[in-house]
T-cell receptor, first 117, second 118 residues
Framework: GAVVSQHPSWVICKSGTSVKIECRSL??????MFWYRQFPKQSLMLMAT?????????EQGVEKDKFLINHASLTLSTLTVTSAHPEDSSFYIC?????????????FGPGTRLTVL | AQKVTQAQTEISVVEKEDVTLDCVYE???????LFWYKQPPSGELVFLIR??????QNEISGRYSWNFQKSTSSFNFTITASQVVDSAVYFC???????????????FGKGITLSVRP
C-alpha cells in the first residue's frame, strides 16, 4: 500500500518551454501533496504544499508563477515548470499523505529528473 | 524552528559489518514525529520508520533497528550485518504532529551516504 507514482521519470526540454510533472497516489486518497526539488548530493528542499481543491502554499523563495501546482483531485497533483531555464534542471520529487499509514507519514514518488538545455 | 543534524556525511563499510547512522534533532514541539527514509541510487525515497515523540521504545525490523533517546534528542539507526543492497543515502526527518496531519511538513537532515563494499 501507499504507492505514489510520478510521470515522466525524466524529461529533457529546451529553454523557454514549459514542463508538466504528474504525481499520483495509486492506492490511497492524498489529502495533501508536497513538492520537493533535490540538487545532486544535497537534501530535499520543500517547494510547496498543496491540499486537494485549494491553492498551494509555497515556501519562501519559491516563485509561484514559475512553479504552478494544481491539486485537482484526491489522487492527482501536477507541477508545471513554466518557461524553464537551465537553472531549473533538478530532481523533482512529490510526496503524499492521506488515509494510508497514518496521516503524518509522507510517501514519496520515484522522482522526475528535469534537464533544461 | 525545527532542525535535523546528520553529522556523518559518508560512511563506508565492508559487507557484514554493523553500521550506525546518527541523527540529532531540535524542536520546541512537545509532540512530533521522527522518520528515516532510504534513497537508493534510483532516487526514490523509501519510507523505513515513523516514531512519535511519546514512544521511546526501540524498534527492530529484521536487520534494522532504531534507538530513540529523547533525553539526548537522538534517533539513531543501526543496520546489522550490512549488505551491498544497503548502499544508499539515508535521511532522517522530523515533523510536528498536527491534529489533522494534513500539513505536517518534514524537516530533513542532509543525508548520510552509506557505501557497503563486498
Amino acid at each position: 500500500g501507499a504507492v505514489v507514482s510520478q510521470h515522466p521519470s525524466w524529461v529533457i526540454c529546451k529553454s523557454g518551454t514549459s514542463v508538466k510533472i504528474e504525481c499520483r497516489s495509486l492506492d490511497f486518497q492524498a489529502t495533501t501533496m508536497f513538492w520537493y526539488r533535490q540538487f545532486p548530493k544535497q537534501s530535499l528542499m520543500l517547494m510547496a504544499t498543496s491540499n486537494e481543491g485549494s491553492k498551494a502554499t509555497y515556501e519562501q523563495g519559491v516563485e509561484k508563477d514559475k512553479f504552478l501546482i494544481n491539486h485537482a483531485s484526491l489522487t492527482l497533483s501536477t507541477l508545471t515548470v513554466t518557461s524553464a531555464h537551465p537553472e531549473d534542471s533538478s530532481f523533482y520529487i512529490c510526496s503524499a499523505t492521506g488515509t494510508s499509514g497514518g496521516t503524518d507519514t509522507q510517501y514519496f514518488g520515484p522522482g522526475t529528473r528535469l534537464t533544461v538545455l | 524552528a525545527q532542525k535535523v543534524t546528520q553529522a556523518q556525511t559518508e560512511i563506508s563499510v565492508v559487507e557484514k559489518e554493523d553500521v550506525t547512522l546518527d541523527c540529532v534533532y531540535e524542536t520546541r514541539d512537545t509532540t512530533y514525529y521522527l522518520f528515516w527514509y532510504k534513497q537508493p541510487p534510483s532516487g526514490e525515497l523509501v519510507f523505513l520508520i515513523r516514531r512519535n515523540s511519546f514512544d521511546e521504545q526501540n524498534e527492530i525490523s529484521g536487520r534494522y533497528s532504531w534507538n530513540f533517546q529523547k533525553s539526548t534528542s537522538s534517533f539513531n539507526f543501526t543496520i546489522t550485518a550490512s549488505q551491498v543492497v544497503d548502499s544508499a543515502v539515508y535521511f532522517c526527518a522530523l515533523s510536528e504532529a498536527v491534529v489533522s496531519g494534513a500539513n505536517s511538513k518534514l524537516t530533513f537532515g542532509k543525508g548520510i551516504t552509506l557505501s557497503v563494499r563486498p
